[in-house]
């Protein structure tokens, strides 16, 4: 799909930290360049002005939806946007968000009180459950280079690539320790989309897997590897489940 600069862009926010905007909003020194080829209709975290353009040629959507009124506006937004992208766990698999399930009631009611539990919400749920997703940008946040990479891919009429491989052959390329190995950590680097360098491994922080799960990830043998690292049932499936790389 072709496009001629400056392409409109929006960047919608559902449920969220808006940790995702502001991921983008840190690349300071490309904002400038940015200005020059994007024409921004709509950024919750830069302007309060809210756009409102009869057609977009980009919607960078964040966050997971959690209402018949998000579900409304997310519809919309299809409608009018030639490409729609995902950003973020959130918007790609509910996130952190979704962690809550069965808890979520008495979270509403503990959080907003009474008006809480009137709220007519539904469990988080990705966009890709209402429209139709044209790209997806993975992680929690994703990495900064990243959203650039995409948004110049578009500007050329592509998409960019990306190696299919997991977070440990990034700790390997990295020489970095590993700490399901030597530590017994509950690190998810084995099952998880690479792309992120290996930041949390390589910080001494084991995976959460918010890159969302790699193809042919063997979950078993990562079972295994936990049951072996002292980890119960209940534990594994916890965490397997934050950011959906459960079966
Ligand atoms: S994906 Fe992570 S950083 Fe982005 S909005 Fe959701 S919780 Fe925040
Ligand atoms: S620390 Fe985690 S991501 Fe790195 S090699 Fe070990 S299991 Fe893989």
Known sequence: MKFVPPIKLAWL?????????LTLLNNEDSLAELAHVVELHNFPLLSSACGNAEALDVALVEGSLTSPGEVERLLAIRRKSRLLVAVGACALTGGVNAMVKGERHKAMVSI???AGAEWDTFPPQPIHHFVKVDGQI???PPEPHELLQAIAAILHGGWPSHQVMPVCMECRINENRCLLEEDCAPCLGPITQAGCD???PGLG???EGCRG????ANRDELYRLF?????????????????????
């Open 198 to 200: 290996a930041l949390c």
């Open 138 to 140: 993975p992680g929690c």
């Open 205 to 207: 922080v084991p995976c």
């Open 13 to 21: 926010r559902f449920t969220s930290c808006s940790g995702c905007q």
């Open 213 to 216: 799960v790699v193809p042919e």
């Open 112 to 114: 907003y009180g009474k």
């Open 227 to 247: 049951i072996t690292a002292g980890l119960s049932e209940q534990e594994i499936r916890h965490r397997l489940e934050r950011f959906g790389a459960a079966l």
